[in-house]
């Protein structure tokens, strides 16, 4: 039953993140950025914890997800380390995903000719 509630959920931001392209004109970079936001929302709520208990993969792996690391990497350490532990926080849970995309995209670019 996992695997039905995360093609639902993940299925359900995909298409919700389609809608805003389609229907309301919003640019991909918008759409991310409303994503991530709303995952760091949510996370903030305490909702996105229990969203991730009832779906799974279906809530971890959209770019929701992404604002949901930053903002509870801040706050865990935010309580450790005081502001520091802010900045800190949000290397520390997302700094992979970080340097995967920037060495990802390097390496892209290297291989094919980028459009500027």
Do not use: N, W
Not at 36 to 64: M, N, Q, S
Request: proline share 3%.
């Amino acid at each position: 039953m996992i695997f039905l509630y995360a093609f639902l959920i993940g299925g359900a931001i995909c298409v919700i993140g389609q809608l805003l392209l389609d229907v309301f004109k919003l640019t991909p970079v918008h759409v991310v950025v409303s994503f991530v936001v709303l995952g760091a929302v949510l996370d903030a709520f305490g909702l996105y914890d229990k969203l991730i208990e009832f779906a799974g993969a279906g809530a971890t792996v959209p770019i929701t997800s992404f604002g949901h690391s930053l903002l509870h990497g801040a706050m865990s350490e935010g309580h450790k380390h005081g502001y520091l532990g802010i900045a800190i926080g949000i290397f520390k849970l997302t700094s992979s995903g970080i340097t995967s995309a920037i060495l990802f995209g390097f390496l892209i670019a290297l291989f094919f000719k980028p459009r500027g």
